[in-house]
């Protein structure tokens, strides 16, 4: 399991500031999680404006 970022990311950075284990990074303007390294935690969901990261 790990959470994934939809496409209603509007690149606000908050999500990374929050994750826990640092694998939320940013790539072409939007963020996008490594669901390798993702331990499911929901923090970046926690504070993200538009609810942009779902859990898979
Ligand atoms: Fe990081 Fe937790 Fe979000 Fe996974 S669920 S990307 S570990 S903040
Ligand atoms: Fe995108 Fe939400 Fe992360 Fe901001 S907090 S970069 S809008 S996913």
Do not use: F, L, T
């Not at 690149?11 to 990074?25: E, H, K, L, R, T």
């Not at 490594?34 to 970046?44: I, K």
Request: include cysteine; hydrophobic fraction near 35%; aromatic fraction near 4%.
């Amino acid at each position: 399991m790990a959470y994934k970022i939809s496409d209603d990311c509007i690149a606000c950075g908050a999500c990374a500031d929050a994750c826990p284990v640092g694998c939320i990074s940013e790539a072409d303007g939007k963020y996008v999680i490594d669901a390798d390294q993702c331990v499911d935690c929901g923090s970046c969901a926690g504070v993200c404006p538009v609810e942009a990261p779902k859990a898979e």
